[in-house]
């Protein structure tokens, strides 16, 4: 196992905060908040840990070399100094994906190409034989980023996005993202402490993630595959030993996650998708219209969901959002009720003052995260009100 380096986690905007704290949480050195990244310093061991682990994070980059680059002989030369056979086989497929914010290089596909030349110029100097870029799906990912005259060079250790969980099989027209989800969840404070729901589940990503967080589940323990696994200093016993650790840290859960929906299709999507997830245990999903539900629990409810926004599925908005507050208000007492929408005018006709307001990002849709806390008592108070 080698010593501690510095690696860089990507993550969506606003979620900063909370990678930095469950960087802290397994153990991460150095964590440092930057714009949809947070660095941090740990082992190989670690690095694993975070990408089997971290809810929030998309990417998890190791960098393994910065310089000074202002012109494109600069960016070969160094690029091409690079020890790579010793990084990886030439049998392995790679792929380049460059962000550049520079004067030097107005185009971050001939940084790609240029630093692709000089890989596998360097493969040819040192083994005689040189490796196939693939675009789709690559062995090795290799992350070009140059600010101003500084360039660094990373490994991507996760391969495909993080939020590629591995339980989805099935989704619906607007499914959201895991790592949305997750990160949603953790900022509306859901801890596993109460019971659960999601009224309108669609495909079940809110469900399965707020189920992963209550009993801790290792967030990508479907997952299969990672980058660092074609690396040639991949340590597949240590590997294992941070997953056989990580699931000894699963924890009991004593509520209920359930999942309502109307359509029958969403219903089975869900069902699957919790069973691929192997979470059946803890999940409960039931075909049901939530304007004509009741709060199925007693005590505190914790509700999270995603409603239509209008942007796919068309529904009369105003109509709609009323009708949830009206269903909120008079059938669910004791609940703190989170919603999502970019649908901010819909939003309005809620009729239920929030008590929080966070701004996000759904995709490239600029959406609110709003909390609703409904007292025990509404309901009463509504009826004697003389009101249905």
């Known amino acids: ?29 150095h964590v440092e908040e930057g714009v949809r990244n947070v660095t941090f310093e740990g082992d190989t061991g670690f690095m694993y840990k975070a990408n089997l682990c971290l809810r929030t994070a ?19 030369r160094h690029i091409h100094d690079i020890d790579w056979p010793s990084i990886f086989d030439v049998e392995k497929t790679f792929a380049l994906d460059s962000i ?52 660094t060079v990373s490994l991507d250790s996760s391969g ?3 939020h590629q969980r591995g339980y989805r099989i099935l989704t619906n027209i607007a499914p ?3 790592v949305l989800a997750a990160g949603l969840l953790l900022k509306s404070g859901w801890d596993g402490q109460t019971d659960f729901l999601d009224p309108m589940c669609g495909s079940g990503t809110f469900l399965v993630e707020a189920a992963m967080i209550a009993c801790n589940i290792p967030v990508n323990i479907n997952r299969e ?15 294992q030993k941070i997953v056989d650790a990580s699931l000894k840290k699963v924890r009991e859960f004593h509520h209920k996650i359930i999942g309502y929906d109307k ?28 304007f004509r539900t009741e709060k199925p629990v007693e005590g505190k409810l914790h509700m999270v969901f995603n409603p239509p926004y209008g942007e796919r599925l068309p529904i009369e908005m105003e109509e709609f959002y009323a009708r949830i507050g009206d269903t909120l208000k008079q059938n669910y007492p004791g609940t703190e009720a989170w919603l999502i929408t970019s649908n901010l005018e819909a939003l309005k006709h809620v009729g239920l003052k929030t008590s929080k307001k966070i701004k996000a990002f759904n995709g490239k849709l600029e959406a609110r995260l709003v909390k609703y806390d409904i007292y025990e008592g509404s309901k009463k108070d509504k009826n004697q009100d003389g009101n249905p």
Request: aromatic content about 12%; glycine content about 2%; hydrophobic content about 40%.
């Open 225 to 239: 595959s990672y980058a660092f696994m074609h690396w040639k200093d991949y340590d597949a016993e240590l590997h």
């Open 100 to 151: 550049t914010t520079t004067e030097v290089f107005d185009n971050s596909m001939f940084v790609s190409l240029k630093a692709k030349d000089a890989i596998v110029d360097k493969f040819r100097a040192v083994v005689r034989e040189r490796p196939n870029v693939k675009t789709q799906d690559p062995d090795i990912r290799i992350n070009i980023h140059i600010y101003k005259n500084t360039c």
């Open 58 to 76: 998309l990417k998890v980059y190791k960098p393994i070399k910065t310089f000074q680059v202002f012109n494109e002989k600069d960016l070969y």
């Open 263 to 290: 359509a029958p299709s969403a219903v089975r999507k869900t069902q699957e998708n919790v069973d691929h997830a192997n979470l059946s245990d803890y999940i409960d999903v039931e075909r049901k219209d939530f």
């Open 1 to 29: 196992m080698t010593g501690n380096f510095k690696m860089m986690a990507k993550t969506l905007y606003g979620f900063e905060h909370i990678l930095a704290k469950e960087l802290r949480n397994l153990g991460a050195g």
């Open 176 to 178: 959201i993202n895991e």
């Open 160 to 162: 495909n996005s993080l």
